[in-house]
């Protein structure tokens, strides 16, 4: 099996944990595409919750689910998270940089992300997945990059699971999708 993006290996893992009923998270809605993709997989008895600190990313992300019930959008940094979600989650994604077609201006932060990360790793269920896929260069940068890979590194390898999938034989910088696994 060719992984062609991010999204593909995302798929893999929503399918393989992810059950109806579920309470998941989309931590960067921006256009609402995991989030509708989180929403088919918890089906009408699960949750997901969509963070986002922009209002065109909200309005964008509530008409892609068409104002689905069981969808929740927080306008605010996923780095609150836990204001809002008490309860243990099946999964949290994240998809950093900035809105498609939107400010490139207005993106994820090195500080915030790396601190959200952490924060979604500990509402864990007793299994579940946090998924990051980073962009870098280009208008990003490098710093968010280095700083979520370091904390990656860090994490006890006796507790989870960490993997990187790099696509490496592809030109400009391409996205990296990250995943961490509670054992
Ligand atoms: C690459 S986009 C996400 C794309 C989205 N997953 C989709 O399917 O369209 C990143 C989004 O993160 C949002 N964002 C930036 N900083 C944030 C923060 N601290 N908390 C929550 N969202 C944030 C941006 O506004 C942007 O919409």
Redesign the pocket.
């Known amino acids: 099996m060719i992984f062609s993006n991010p999204?593909d290996i995302l798929k893999f893992y929503i399918d393989s944990y992810v059950k109806s009923g579920d309470i998941c998270v989309?931590?960067?809605?921006?256009?609402?595409?995991?989030?509708?993709i989180l929403l088919d997989a918890v089906g009408s008895a699960g949750t997901v919750y969509g963070?986002?600190?922009?209002n065109?990313?909200l309005e964008?992300?509530r008409a892609l689910i068409n104002n689905a019930k069981n969808a929740r959008l927080i306008l605010?940094?996923?780095?609150?998270i836990e204001k809002y979600i008490t309860d243990k989650i099946r999964c949290a994604?994240?998809?950093?940089?900035?809105?498609?077609g939107?400010d490139h201006s207005?993106?994820?932060?090195a500080a915030?992300?790396v601190s959200?990360i952490k924060k979604c790793v500990g509402l864990l269920d007793e299994t579940g997945f946090v998924a990051v896929?980073i962009?870098h260069g280009g208008d990003t940068g490098y710093e968010e990059k280095d700083a979520v890979l370091e904390y990656l590194a860090s994490i006890d390898c006796r507790k989870y699971g960490v993997t990187a999938f790099y696509f490496h034989n592809r030109p400009n910088d391409p996205p990296i999708f990250t995943v961490i696994e509670k054992r």
């Open positions: 999204p989309d931590a960067t809605a921006g256009n609402g595409h995991d989030t509708k963070f986002d600190i922009q065109k990313a964008n992300t605010d940094s996923h780095e609150n994604v994240f998809n950093l940089g900035y809105l498609p939107g207005v993106s994820t932060h915030s992300s959200a896929t962009y």
